[in-house]
């Protein structure tokens, strides 16, 4: 029997966006949404490129 998509899989990228902004938007309402700066973004950015060049030890 073949699987079909259901729900949220079967939406269209409209109704994904939908929903996440939804979901930002009661995030910040509540208060528990993260803000970002400047300084923060900058932070995240090294260390991301950090991990993504990083060598893993031969041996």
């Known amino acids: 029997m073949p699987t079909q998509e259901r729900g949220f ?3 269209d990228a409209k109704d994904h966006r ?3 902004s ?3 938007k009661a995030a ?6 993260h803000e970002w700066t ?3 973004a900058g932070e995240a950015g ?3 490129g950090m ?3 990083r060598r893993e ?3």
Request: proline share 4%; aromatic share 0%; net charge negative.
């Open 38 to 40: 400047q300084e923060d």
């Open 9 to 11: 899989a079967s939406m």
């Open 18 to 20: 939908e929903i996440a």
């Open 51 to 53: 991990l993504s060049h």
């Open 57 to 59: 030890p031969s041996g």
């Open 28 to 33: 910040h309402a509540k208060g528990a949404a």
């Open 46 to 48: 090294r260390e991301g």
């Open 22 to 24: 939804k979901g930002g």
